[in-house]
């Protein structure tokens, strides 16, 4: 009898869910695996199938498609409902990840042997994945401390083991595939949790994860937003709810936060800490005074930390002096573009006070973030806005004492980029447009021109025996269906499109554009 792995189990699934074919790598981009780990597990899947009267039909450039009757199908996808008849085989990498959630999650030390019964390999094979873990600990300032008859732990502080947590919850991890993520909607999503029968330790963190209330945790952050008077951005809705729910975890195990007397005299006088103690009385109302306020202190931290969405209603400044650094920066984008109206734009201020006040929170108090989508601001036209974001980043530093991150210069680019385009002074365009190709042609070809781009300017219909050096002299672009060869042609942009203005001639008019 033929076995599956869970892997092959995930695969016969969605072959049998799907009624076309699928390519190796369609397959593996929803299972996540590799051409090569999508062919050996067909392999035995042949097998497995074969052995209930069906086929695996695999038509090179096509796909792979199983070929059963309708009854065939429903006692398959039934067997593949039951656990107990496969085998549950961890990459590397899960294993890497358990080892790190069992370690964190933990309230006491755990001897080798734990770890070894929990994923079920041997005593090398666990001291070669924490050798691994390690390196990635150490970088939120955390060890691995291994004492003989006493155990495994990691040390480090309350904040940064915190830190670590959200990032192996977020799954912003360098080990292989992540098994957790965090998704709106959904809560936390466990990838191994239909496997929770096969292995001790996925139903344990998969009973210990159902207990969070992601929900809950979500409510007091919508409640928190209409308090502050703004809103945070998706992405950090979801890490502020990972920070809540992990606070709590974390209390409950008896690890508090630590904050000295001046942080905490300082968070005291925000205009966030009423709120971080509204929430902190209703969840912890039971610890001492001293610990509720170091805890209440860890949320205010956090929420001014996070990303917002637009402006605030209440001012979230790090200090009174952070309104007159914003100033400055102004000044400073102003004088940069020539352009003094920058010194006084609303949108460009709010952005400016939305983006740096958060990223030094961050930095201050070394918080990690979620990874940012990337963005390419090193083309040339990005160059002095480049160069712009320097110079502020540089003031923010010396006014401040903190070096902000190297993911903070592409926000501010576009911030920037979006200020300058508010501020140029629209001015009215000459495109001269030919088309040789009649005039029904000519007409629809301007119309469509008009309708995808209203401000570019007047549009000029022009044959190429009317292009005299004095009509492309006084133009500022030339839109032509066919080549252009001109002799002695003044310096001018000239972009050839079909006639119909298919997408590609769109993409290019609107870089131009910009």
């Known amino acids: 009898m033929v076995s599956l792995t869970t892997t092959q189990r995930d695969l016969l699934h969605l072959l049998l869910t799907t009624e076309i074919p699928l390519g190796a790598s369609t397959i593996g981009r929803q ?12 392999r035995e899947i042949k097998a497995w199938v074969g052995g209930r009267n069906a086929t695996v039909r695999h038509t090179p450039g096509i796909g792979v498609q199983i070929v059963c009757t309708v009854d065939q199908k429903r006692r398959m996808l039934g067997e593949l409902s039951t656990q107990s008849k496969f085998q549950l085989i961890l990459t590397p990498g899960q294993r890497q990840q358990l080892l790190a959630l069992q370690l964190l999650l933990a309230r006491e030390p755990l001897t080798l042997s734990d770890l070894q019964q929990d994923v079920v390999i041997a005593r090398a094979t666990v001291l070669k994945d924490l050798d691994i873990v390690e390196p990635w600990l150490m970088s939120f300032g955390l060890q691995i401390v291994r004492r003989q008859h006493r155990g495994c732990w990691i040390d480090g502080a309350e904040l940064a083991q915190r830190q670590a947590l959200a990032a192996l919850l977020w799954g912003d991890v360098p080990f292989d595939r992540p098994i957790l993520r965090a998704q709106h909607g959904q809560g936390l999503i466990f990838a191994l949790a239909q496997d929770g029968a096969l292995l001790p330790i996925i139903g344990r963190i998969d009973l210990l994860l159902r207990d969070w209330d992601t929900q809950a945790a979500l409510e007091r952050l919508a409640w928190a937003e209409t308090e502050l008077g703004g809103r945070f951005t998706d992405d950090a809705i979801l890490h502020l709810m990972l920070a809540l729910v992990i606070q709590g975890q974390r209390v409950r195990m008896g690890r508090y936060f630590a904050c000295d007397a001046s942080t905490l005299q300082w968070l005291q006088s925000q205009a966030v800490w009423p709120i971080a103690a509204a929430i902190g009385g209703q969840l912890w109302s039971g610890l001492p005074d001293h ?13 001014m930390s996070g990303a917002r969405d637009e402006a605030w209603r209440h001012d979230l400044g790090m200090d009174s002096a952070f309104p007159r650094l914003i100033d400055t920066l102004l000044v400073r984008v102003a004088d940069a573009y020539g352009v003094p109206g920058l010194g006084h734009d609303r949108l460009l201020r709010e952005g400016l006070e939305a983006h740096f006040l958060p990223a030094c929170m961050r930095q201050r108090f070394g918080l990690w973030t979620p990874p940012r989508p990337s963005v390419d ?8 806005e480049r160069a ?20 903070t210069y592409d926000e501010l680019v576009l911030l920037l980029r979006a200020a300058f385009i508010r501020a140029r002074p629209e001015r009215a365009r000459r495109v001269l447009v030919v088309c040789p190709s009649g005039m029904a042609t000519t007409q629809l070809l301007v119309a469509r021109l008009r309708a995808r781009f209203p401000r570019m300017g007047s549009f000029e219909v022009l044959s190429t025996r009317d292009l005299s050096a004095e ?8 839109i032509t269906t066919i080549p252009l060869a001109l002799s002695a042609m003044p310096s001018i942009d000239i972009i050839q499109v079909h006639p119909m203005l298919k997408p590609e001639d769109v993409a290019a008019l609107t870089q131009w554009m910009a």
């Open 388 to 407: 712009v974001a320097r110079q502020l980043v540089d003031h923010v530093t010396a006014d401040t004492g903190i070096a902000l991150p190297a993911d």
């Open 471 to 478: 009509r492309i002299a006084s133009a500022d672009l030339i």
């Open 291 to 303: 610990t509720l306020a170091a805890e209440t202190a860890a949320l205010a931290i956090h929420l």
């Open 31 to 42: 299972l996540r695996l590799t051409p090569r780990q999508v062919h050996y597990s067909l």
């Open 377 to 384: 601001t090193q083309a040339d036209r990005y160059a002095v």
